[in-house]
Every structure is written in structure tokens, then in C-alpha cells.
């Protein structure tokens, strides 16, 4: 049973204080139960568990105007807030190291509990590395796996398109923000697609914006979902292999796919392939390596049963495809500032020094300019502290 808003109040009044984070909050539900519970409890014996001071924290009024926000975006269509204890939550996370206490779920938490498979890579991609990232969650998907991804340009972004180009696709975008906001910016109509016919899920309260430390750390969420990682594109140093440790850790499946000797950005996968991920070619690759669809691996195996509740009956409409992205020339209500960092730029990739150079603005005003276009969806960040314009 889904909880009632008072004991999802309980919850949120955990997970929203300040200064008590998840392993706290993991440790108190360990040794309480129910978040009720641990407000119930004596300060000493919450301090026996977590210290003095994190149980003074706990005994500080709430923040009302959070929880009741949160309360009320959950009471919208196609949101949920899905709790450790509710029987929806994704089994999978379990298994890993720090599941989060909760998940603000846009679409059916049912969605989260089919077979998945993760797919990663560069946002600065080529268009090969499209091409097959597409291809790859395309034919994926069709044999049956939800396509998991990060809802960022590139890669990212191909592979949810791949998967939601099968008629029954599922794909399951891991954002780094609160789930009320998109980031990047341009992929607003993709994440309503997703929404629409699969699932967004963020670790995050609700208005958290995009801080660079979040999405290194959602990748562990990426990871834990899927049954294996298979990353396309990658530089060395690139999140992507942040994804693929953490797989490799949580005892997931691992796959590359190879490229270019002299392509930066082949270099992160022969690096995971050096290190012992599966290379592969073709989606058959990858099935065959799962011993996906042999008659050993069908049917009624305890591995294959739904990792939280049935999913529910549903029917699909064929849709149109989006319209092709048309980049503007200048980004509406755009500042002065803004439309003379992208004149500067022009079509070139340059470093934060050579553009400051260029611009004759400040280091510092620069990477806030910078910021603000690279969430606009106007500009991207490029391995090596590198920029260019979309």
C-alpha cells in the first residue's frame, strides 16, 4: 500500500532536514522502522544512533513549506514520491551500496521493474556515436530491456529517442535536478516524451538545481537499475566511466563499444574494454553475452520476475516523430553578454583562457555566462575545459 500523506509527510520531514543525509537516514529507519517512529522516539535514544547533535536537528520544527510543495507535486498526474518502504520501489537499488530513501517519480513506478540495460557516453558525441547509441536502444528495447540513461545531450539523449522508436520502448532518464526542472534545457520535449511513456526519476528534492556534484553521483542510480552499462562514446576522464565503475562494483555487467584509434573519444572505451569490458558490435552482442532469449534464460527464472509490483496493462498510440532540431542563429531573450560569448565563439571549440582572451571579460563573469547558456542548452562543455556552440 501507498503511503497516506500524513506518513508521507514523516518521510519528507526526514529526507528534507538539513545536516541528516541518507546514511543517517538509513540508519534511523534501521533502527525504528517508519520515519513516524523516529520522531516519536526519545532524543536519546535517536542520539544513541546518530549522535547528539543530528538528534537536535531532528527535533527542530519542519520545514512545512517544502514538505506541503512536495505533498502537492505528488498529487498531480503522473508524479509519485516512492518511499524505501513502499512495494514499488526498484529491488534493484536495493542491492547497491546507498539506495535513496526516496525517489520523486514522474510517470509509473511500475515501469522500473522490467529488465534493464543502461546506456552511456559522451554529450559532446559524434554523429556515428549517435547513430549507434540510437540503434543500440532501438533493437534493445525490442528485445524486451527498459533503456536507462541520464537525460543529457549526446549520447544520453540517443538512447532514450532510440528506445521510445519501438512502439513498447521504456526508457528510464536518472536526472541530477530536482524532478520538477530538465537539464539541459533542450531536452524539454524529450523528457515529456519520457514522462509520457516511461519514467524520470531524481534522488533530489524538489527546485535542486543542476550542481556539477549531483550527476556524478546519480550515476550510481544508473548503474543500480540496469542489469549491465554499456557505454558508446567516451573520453578518458568522462562520467560515463564513473557509470561503468560503479556497474562493475554493484557486480553488473560492463560493455564498450570500440572506435577510432585517434578518436578522443574512443579512448574511454578501449580503456574499460583494456580493463575487461565485453566488446561488442551489434545489440546481439550484448544479448548473447546475458544469455538473453535462450531457452535456458526464459520464461519462469527467479531472475527475470518483475524486481517490484506487475506492471500494469497499458495501450500504445503510434506517435509522430519529433520535428528535427533546428539550432537558432541567437538564443531568444538572450543578454548582450550572452550573444557576444556565442559570436566569440562562433563555430571553434576553445578553452575557458582562450575565451576569456577573445572576449575581454573575466574569468569569473565568463563561467557564469557560460553556465547560464550551457542550461539554456545554447552551449556544451567539452572534455578537456573546452566550449562550443550548439
Excluded at 539554456?376 to 573546452?386: A, D, N, S, Y
Aim: net charge negative; proline share 8%; glycine share 8%.
Amino acid at each position: 500500500m501507498t503511503p497516506s500523506d500524513d506518513e508521507l509527510a514523516a518521510w519528507l520531514r526526514l529526507t528534507l532536514r538539513p545536516g541528516v543525509g541518507a546514511e543517517r537516514q538509513r540508519a534511523l529507519l534501521a533502527a525504528f522502522g517508519l520515519p513516524e517512529q523516529i520522531f516519536a522516539a526519545s532524543r536519546s535514544a535517536v542520539a544513541s544512533v546518530v549522535g547528539a547533535e543530528v538528534a537536535d536537528l531532528l527535533r527542530a520544527p519542519p520545514d512545512n513549506e517544502k514538505v506541503d510543495a512536495a505533498l502537492a507535486w505528488a498529487a498531480e498526474p503522473g508524479n509519485r514520491i516512492v518511499t524505501l518502504a513502499d512495494p514499488e520501489y526498484p529491488r534493484a537499488l536495493l542491492d547497491i551500496a546507498d539506495p535513496p530513501v526516496l525517489l520523486y517519480v514522474k510517470g509509473d513506478p511500475a515501469r522500473l521493474c522490467g529488465p534493464s540495460l543502461a546506456i552511456v557516453g559522451a554529450r559532446s558525441a559524434t554523429a556515428p556515436g549517435v547513430s549507434n547509441a540510437a540503434a543500440f536502444a532501438k533493437s534493445l528495447a525490442e528485445a524486451g530491456f527498459t533503456i536507462v540513461s541520464g537525460l543529457a545531450l549526446g549520447i544520453d539523449a540517443a538512447a532514450h529517442r532510440g528506445a521510445l522508436a519501438h512502439l513498447e520502448g521504456i526508457t528510464v532518464a536518472v536526472i541530477g535536478t530536482g524532478a520538477d526542472r530538465v537539464y539541459p534545457a533542450r531536452n524539454q520535449a524529450l523528457a515529456r516524451q519520457i514522462a509520457e511513456r516511461g519514467v524520470i526519476i531524481s534522488e533530489y528534492p524538489l527546485g535542486t538545481p543542476a550542481l556539477p556534484y549531483n550527476f556524478p553521483r546519480r550515476n550510481r542510480l544508473i548503474a543500480g537499475l540496469a542489469r549491465g552499462v554499456l557505454v558508446v562514446e567516451a573520453a578518458v576522464g568522462s562520467g560515463s566511466l564513473i557509470t561503468a565503475r560503479l556497474a562493475t562494483e554493484s557486480g553488473r555487467e560492463v560493455f564498450a563499444i570500440p572506435g577510432s584509434i585517434h578518436s578522443p573519444l574512443a579512448r574511454g572505451c578501449h580503456r574499460l574494454i583494456r580493463d575487461g569490458a565485453k566488446l561488442v558490435e551489434t545489440a546481439a552482442d550484448v544479448l548473447d553475452e546475458l544469455s538473453w532469449g535462450l531457452p535456458s534464460s526464459a520464461g519462469a527464472s527467479e531472475a527475470d520476475a518483475p524486481a517490484c509490483a506487475p506492471r500494469t496493462a497499458r495501450t500504445r498510440e503510434t506517435r509522430p516523430a519529433d520535428p528535427p532540431f533546428e539550432p537558432r542563429t541567437t538564443p531568444p531573450a538572450a543578454s548582450a553578454e550572452e550573444i557576444g560569448v556565442l559570436d566569440t565563439l562562433g563555430r571553434d571549440a576553445l578553452d575557458i583562457d582562450t575565451l576569456a582572451a577573445r572576449s575581454g571579460l573575466t574569468l569569473d563573469a565568463l563561467y557564469a555566462i557560460l553556465l547560464a547558456l550551457e542550461l539554456e542548452g545554447h552551449v556544451t562543455r567539452l572534455p578537456g575545459g573546452r566550449f562550443q556552440r550548439l
